[in-house]
């Protein structure tokens, strides 16, 4: 009797669940089971992988072994990511990258593109490395974690990192907006870390834009499929830059990824029904 009892409400929660992850409205089950699957699945394949690291840890090329299997899980979700001018990304050269920052999902579009840049060490915040174990895999496959509090610890291992760089010819991915932009209609003011690096190492920054995630949004429990465009602009130079014209700097690079933004922002808006849910900021 409780057998059967126990067997009917299994099956009722899993139809319930089933029924919930096929609709495309505000869902708040559908919103929380996909981010912690995203989660859930990227810790199990770093629990399995980190031992293989310890074979050359730290070692960006690690990275590469991992992504091949992680980038998969887009599918799952049932997300198109489209690059374009890749080729700019492919050159063999130290360079710093910097896009804009939306959701944890930045990763999952660095996962679908690490592959065309090649040798590849992200950036992250310290805090994150304590997420094992997909915090301990990501440090034994090159992600540098800095300590955002600390910003003479910061900059030391920044400079170390700088170094490397450009000796292994290596691109290292940071946000310069510091935080995840809630805000779609425009990019938020980007901190100087990033061109501080560039131009310490005289190596171009390579600006990259990600079209807003218009599937998502936080307020309203909304986690649809969809498609994001991933432009890659012309490398901006650095040779014969100093620390002064850091500002001058930022203040370029800040106004064309702008331009890109809302270019691509319309395009990806465009294309979509007129009744389709979603809201500019969320």
Not at 41 to 65: C, D, G, Q
Not at 180 to 207: E, S
Request: hydrophobic share 45%; net charge positive; glycine share 4%.
């Amino acid at each position: 009797m409780w057998y059967k009892i126990f067997i009917f409400t299994i099956v009722c929660v899993f139809t319930y669940i089933l029924k919930k992850l096929h609709d495309t409205g505000p869902n708040r089950v559908k919103f929380y089971f996909n981010f912690f699957l995203f989660y859930f699945l990227s810790s199990m394949l770093a629990a399995v992988i980190w031992p293989y690291f310890l074979l050359s840890p730290k070692n960006v090329r690690n990275a590469k072994i991992a992504v091949r299997l992680l980038k998969h899980i887009t599918k799952l979700y049932d997300l198109k990511w489209h690059l374009r001018d890749g080729k700019i990304l492919a050159e063999d050269r130290g360079a710093v990258i910097i896009s804009n920052h939306q959701s944890s999902l930045d990763i999952l579009g660095m996962f679908n593109i690490w592959e065309v840049v090649d040798k590849l060490a992200a950036i992250a915040k310290k805090e994150l490395f304590y997420v094992w174990p997909f915090g301990l895999s990501a440090y034994l496959a090159g992600v540098v974690y800095i300590d955002r509090r600390n910003a003479k610890g910061a900059y030391k291992q920044l400079k170390i990192t700088s170094e490397v760089m450009v000796k292994n010819k290596t691109k290292i991915w940071l946000f310069p907006e510091g935080t995840r932009n809630k805000d779609y209609t425009k990019l938020q003011p980007f901190k100087k870390g990033a061109f501080n690096i560039a131009v310490a190492a005289q190596v171009p920054i390579i600006p990259v834009v990600f079209s807003p995630y218009y599937f998502i949004n936080k307020e309203k429990y909304i986690f649809n499929k969809g498609h994001v465009i991933i432009q890659c602009l012309e490398p901006v130079p650095t040779v014969g830059l100093t620390m002064e014209d850091v500002p001058d700097l930022i203040d370029r690079v800040h106004q064309k990824m702008s331009v890109a933004y809302q270019e691509i922002s319309k395009e990806v808006f465009s294309s979509l029904p007129a009744d389709y849910p979603v809201t500019l900021v969320g």
